[in-house]
């Protein structure tokens, strides 16, 4: 039972990817997942969150009108558009199921991650001319 992402890459400023964050073992219908990222040496950051309720959305000031966050229940994914990438994005990108009502909290930095689950293999994003 796990959410494993994927879809990284190596790119230059300006470009784009998709990561996709997929669930194996249980069904992501109801559940929030929130896309994290952590750079070596500096505390895991979250990035975007979607409420498993209502589709609603929540993303890092960083990253808000350059990243998308939405979800394929049929698919049992969640991806993360990422446009106008920069190299401060450069990170190790992670997918997690978030507790309801924390989509805020998770962006934010303020739920300890103990309180996130079924976190997976994370994918590496390179933004670098």
């Known amino acids: 039972v796990q959410l494993q992402a994927s879809g990284g890459g190596s790119v230059q400023p300006g470009g784009s990817l998709r990561l996709s964050c997929k669930a194996s073992g249980f069904t992501l219908e109801y559940i929030a997942v929130g896309w994290f990222r952590q750079v070596p040496g500096k505390e895991r950051e979250g990035v975007s969150c979607i409420s498993g309720l209502d589709d609603s959305t929540e993303s890092a000031r960083s990253v808000r009108g350059r990243f998308t966050i939405s979800r394929d229940n049929a698919k049992n994914m969640v991806y993360l558009q990422m446009n106008s990438l920069e190299p401060g994005d450069t990170a190790e990108y992670y997918c997690?199921?978030?507790?309801?009502?924390?989509?805020?909290?998770?962006?934010?930095?303020?739920?300890?991650?103990?309180?996130?689950?079924?976190w997976g293999q994370g994918t590496q994003v390179t933004v670098s001319s």
């Open positions: 997690a199921a978030v507790p309801p009502g924390l989509c805020g909290s998770a962006v934010a930095g303020t739920a300890h991650s103990s309180l996130f689950r079924f």
